[in-house]
Structures are given as structure tokens and as C-alpha cells.
């Protein structure tokens, strides 16, 4: 009852402050890459709107500046003063409907950033629609002006009655998180959960599309059917066929994800590509929706810190493998083989004593998304320790209860998004895996997220599985020192903290000529096996043109191998984990 009275009054809320704004995108500049914006609102009788642009895209922990591709902000003659990288101050000057346009330079292939030329069009909602500040909860109507010879506009909006390409989107968020394709593309349908969905291919490929779509589908009927519906009335694939290049972006309706376009008939690229999928399709539930209480609705013009993009993150990289387990793309061996790839990177991390997943995840800003060459020394990924406990906190669950993580997903889903639309603290997240699990899971989480301390694999055993060590890497010669062969230079380009390459004094980019006084022909590496541990070698390089000389004493190689091995076939705990 209380619940139905409090809707009541949102909606009463809302009617009274609805006041549409009119977006319109046009592409008479688009062979130089410029997109043309219009927006019509009603400014009351403000002396003075802010127009701002975002500085950053959700789902992306990096400051962009997309402003620095707008150009030609007018609003027929209004006075407006450029108040900062951002804001565009427009003075009203009595008028009560303001009409403002700009062109947007839209150039850079990516899932972030928009793309535009004769032929197509990618728009990326952050990086060409700006927002009068104040208004981001109005209702907007956003109509598209295809060029003449484009067959398609796609974008996951409900359409308006009084035009083909006009979309309605509730606020300023849902505009800005839903992408466009507008050209010619192949498409095809499909309906999962009840809910149609369309795969829209931006460019061409070796796709065989009708493959493609029955193998979507796999992934949304496996991730519908444990997460027990779907949150969208429609749902659109973006598949961004390039050159080269990779990754995705979640949005609340879609998703975007990028395949180089000859990869579809490698069988285990195209699987990749489908885990890439299963990932940003999971994005629906986790992080569009269960959310940490910082993500949303979003400050587009500052960062947003959170310790929880492990949560985001490395519980969704743990879900878009387990999807292609589920679905039968993966067998129980691969499977157990992605999980010990994923313990082996971490546990060979020389930054797994010095970063925890708490600051992981609260300074993407500065490190995931800044990596420079002392990252691997100094860094973890939050996707991939996140993963790892994904998996350790799964098995705890299931060890102490007759439930599992999904049971935590969907809790976290009902209670916190459909029940009450809001995001999560640590500690509510924490309480609702002690609940699922029957016991308090505080200290576990407390250590894996905000300590250095090693963790315990021994939950595996319970599963019966057997997590070997091989350390026989530790009677071969290692120097720390990684290189590349670029043209015929050997250049640095890793070194490991506190190894032998550190204090022989060589450097990222230093280019390795000689060992002991003889021409190198490959990388550095592949000499290794000429020396034993101890052995101390003379190093001829060059740094920045000076030709320099040191020595290096080998040390033996700290890398460990663990392998991920079934002891016991018939163990329940396994079969219930793996055979779901
Ligand atoms: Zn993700």
C-alpha cells in the first residue's frame, strides 16, 4: 500500500514538470566528418541556460573531453558566452523557446566515440548530445534526418507516432546511453524473454548472420533464465565490424561490441567474440541496473569513484564465461582452464602486493585507464582479481547453503533495483552474500577487497578439484627484463620490479645490442637458455642514441604455474557447480 501511494505521487510529480525538448540530428556536413545537432526547448523565464557537454562516458573510467569536437554553438542570436571547456552560457534574452544547434566532429572508431562519413554514421549518446543543465530530467523527442541513400536507423528508443525516425526517451540518461547506427546494415531479429531484440552489423563481415543470431540468443535466453526476466521492452546488438580492434560498452538497451570483421570463421576467436557479447549483455543487470550506490544517475562532468567496479566488473567477466559453459560453447576442461589462466595472471602480478581491489576499482581513473610501463609492477585489474573472487565467493556460497552467487544477483537485482531503484553500499552487498550463504561473509570480503593478503584457494578441494603448483620454472635463468623486436632493434619494453633487470639499470626503451660483446639477433629473451642462474653477462644498449654498457647477474624465474585438475569426477559439489 505504501508502495502504490508513493507511485502515485512520483507520477503526479512528473506530469507536472514534463516539458519536452526536441533533439534533431542532420547530415548535410557529414562528408567532413561533422554532424549537425539541433535542440528546441522551453526556457521558461530564465534569464540565462547552461548547455554542457559530458566529460566522460559511463561504463568507460576516463576523462574524454568530448567537448573538444564541438564546434559552432549558435542559438539564433542569442549572446552566448563560452564559460569554460564545457559550458556554453546562452542568455535568453527574454525568449521563451530557445533553438540551439552545433556541429559535432565525429572521427574516432570506437564503442566510446562517435564515427561519421558518407556512408554511415556510429553516434555514441555522451559524445554528441550536450544537456541544459538543470533540464536532464525532462522528456526528450529525438528525431534522426537520414541522408537520402540510408536504408537504416537503429537505436533501442520506442518510437513517436508523428514521424518515422523520431525516438522518446524519458531523460537526459536514456538519450545519452542509447547509441545510433543510422547507413545500411544488415539486421536480423530475434526474441528472448519475450522481448525483441535486433543485431545490427556496422559494417561487413565473414558473418554468417543467421549463426550469429542463434547464438545471441543462447546467451540472452541463459542469462534471462537465471536472472528470471528481462529489463528492457527492447534490446539492440551493435556489432561494430572494423579492422582491427575489440572491447564493448554496455548500455541500458543495447550494447555495443566490436569484431574484426574476418574473425567470425576462426572458431576460437569467434567464441571469444561471443564471451565479449555474453559480457556486455550480462551489463543489463549487473551495473545498468545492480548497481553500487555510485554509479548512477551519473555526474557527467567529473569522475565518479567507486571501490566497487570489481563487483561490476569481475563478477560480469565471471558470468560471460560461465553463460558459454551454460549455453554448451565451453566444455567443463575449458572452462576450469579459463579459471586457471585468470589465477595464474594474478598470481604472477608483481602488483598483487601493492594494489588492493578496493583501489583498483576506485582508481581506474588514473591507472587502468592511464597504464604507463611501470603499471604491471605497481597495478591489478579489477576485472581479473574481481573474476577470481567471483569464482572463490561463488564456491563459498554453495559450500555453506543450498544457493550460489546467482541467488546473490538476483537478491541484489529485486531488492535494491525493482524494489526500491537505487544502488548498493559495500556493506549491503556484503550483508546480502552473508545471507545467501547462511553465514557472515564479512571477513572473506574484507580481505580479498581492501588487503594485500594472499588468497586461499582451498575451497577448490571441497569441490574436488586439485589446484597444483608447478614451480619448475624456478631452476631456469630470468632477468625481469621483457622485449620486442621492432624492425631490427631489440627494445625493452617490461621490466619487474626488484629483479635483476632493475638493478642492471636498463630501462623501458632502452634498445639491447650486445651480450657479452655479441650482435643480437632476436629478443633478448630467446638467448635465456645459453646461461645458467648466476651467471653475470655483460649488456651493450643503447638509451636515446648514447651507447651505454652494464652487467646483469640471472636470478631463477619467480613465474609459478597453477593448474586447475579434476580429482574427484563424481564430486556433487563439482556437478552442481559445473553441470547447472
Ligand atoms: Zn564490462
Given at each position: 500500500m505504501l508502495k502504490r501511494v508513493l507511485l502515485i505521487l512520483s507520477i503526479s510529480a512528473i506530469s507536472m514538470t514534463i516539458n519536452a525538448m526536441n533533439y534533431s540530428v542532420s547530415f548535410s556536413k557529414v562528408k567532413s566528418h561533422y554532424v549537425t545537432v539541433d535542440v528546441e526547448f522551453n526556457v521558461r523565464d530564465k534569464a540565462y541556460v547552461d548547455f554542457k557537454v559530458p566529460v566522460w562516458t559511463p561504463g568507460s573510467y576516463k576523462v574524454r573531453e568530448f567537448s573538444n569536437a564541438f564546434e559552432n554553438v549558435s542559438a539564433d542570436n542569442l549572446e552566448i558566452k563560452r564559460l569554460n571547456k564545457n559550458t556554453w552560457r546562452i542568455f535568453t534574452g527574454g525568449q521563451s523557446q530557445v533553438s540551439l544547434s552545433y556541429d559535432v566532429y565525429c572521427f574516432t572508431v570506437s564503442v566510446r566515440q562517435s564515427y561519421a562519413d558518407e556512408y554511415y554514421a556510429f553516434l555514441h549518446g555522451v559524445s554528441v548530445f550536450g544537456y541544459i543543465d538543470g533540464y536532464e530530467n525532462e522528456q526528450i523527442d529525438l528525431t534522426i534526418h537520414p541522408n537520402d541513400n540510408w536504408a537504416n536507423v537503429e537505436v533501442s528508443l520506442p518510437r513517436t507516432k508523428?514521424?518515422?525516425?523520431s525516438y522518446r526517451c524519458s531523460n537526459y540518461d536514456l538519450l545519452a546511453d542509447s547509441p545510433l547506427a543510422i547507413g545500411n546494415f544488415d539486421t536480423i531479429d530475434y526474441t528472448s524473454g519475450d522481448v525483441p531484440h535486433k543485431i545490427v552489423m556496422i559494417g561487413k563481415g565473414n558473418y554468417d548472420l543467421k549463426k550469429v543470431m542463434e547464438d545471441f540468443k543462447k546467451i540472452s535466453d541463459t542469462q534471462i533464465e537465471m536472472m528470471g526476466s528481462h529489463p528492457s521492452s527492447q534490446y539492440v546488438h551493435f556489432v561494430y565490424n572494423v579492422s582491427q580492434g575489440g572491447g564493448g560498452l554496455e548500455h541500458a538497451n543495447s550494447q555495443t561490441s566490436m569484431m574484426p570483421r574476418w574473425n567470425y570463421t576462426n572458431s576460437n576467436k569467434y567464441r571469444s567474440f561471443l564471451g565479449l557479447i555474453a559480457h556486455e549483455y550480462f551489463h543489463l543487470w549487473n551495473i545498468?541496473?545492480?548497481?553500487?550506490?555510485?554509479?548512477?544517475?551519473?555526474?557527467?562532468e567529473r569522475e565518479v569513484y567507486s571501490e566497487m567496479l570489481w563487483i561490476a566488473e569481475g563478477i560480469t567477466s565471471y558470468y560471460d564465461d560461465i553463460t558459454l559453459l551454460r549455453m554448451g560453447a565451453y566444455s567443463k576442461e575449458e572452462y576450469l582452464k579459463i579459471i586457471t589462466s585468470q589465477i595464474n595472471r594474478l598470481e604472477n602480478s608483481p602488483g598483487k602486493t601493492v594494489m588492493s581491489l578496493a583501489h583498483s576499482s576506485l582508481l581506474a581513473w588514473v591507472k587502468a585507464y592511464l597504464p604507463n610501463e611501470e603499471s604491471s609492477n605497481k597495478t591489478i585489474s579489477y576485472y581479473n582479481k574481481g573474476m577470481v573472487v567471483a569464482v572463490i565467493l561463488d564456491l563459498k556460497i554453495r559450500s555453506s547453503s543450498n544457493y550460489s552467487l546467482d541467488d546473490v544477483m538476483r537478491k541484489l537485482y529485486v531488492d535494491f533495483y525493482l524494489e526500491n531503484n537505487r544502488g548498493f553500499t559495500y556493506d549491503e552487498f556484503v550483508g546480502v552474500c552473508s545471507e545467501i550463504a547462511g553465514k557472515d561473509m564479512s571477513i572473506f570480503l574484507n580481505d580479498v577487497v581492501y588487503s594485500l593478503k594472499p588468497i586461499n584457494y582451498d575451497i577448490f578441494k571441497e569441490f574436488g578439484l586439485d589446484l597444483t603448483i608447478d614451480r619448475s620454472y624456478s631452476t631456469k635463468p630470468w632477468s625481469g627484463i621483457s622485449t620486442e623486436l621492432k624492425g631490427d632493434r631489440i627494445m625493452v619494453t617490461n621490466i619487474v620490479s626488484n629483479s635483476p633487470g632493475v638493478e642492471s639499470g636498463l630501462s623501458v626503451n632502452d634498445e639491447i645490442i650486445a651480450l657479452d660483446d655479441w650482435r643480437l639477433k632476436f629478443k633478448f629473451e630467446d638467448y635465456l637458455s645459453r646461461y645458467k642462474i648466476g651467471n653475470r653477462i655483460k649488456i651493450m644498449y643503447s638509451r636515446d642514441g648514447k651507447m651505454r654498457t652494464t652487467h646483469l647477474r640471472f636470478s631463477s624465474n619467480p613465474i609459478i604455474k597453477y593448474n586447475l585438475l579434476v580429482a574427484e569426477e563424481t564430486n556433487k559439489k563439482l556437478l552442481g557447480w559445473l553441470n547447472q
Open positions: 508523428n514521424s518515422k525516425h545498468k541496473r545492480i548497481r553500487p550506490k555510485e554509479l548512477g544517475p551519473f555526474d557527467y
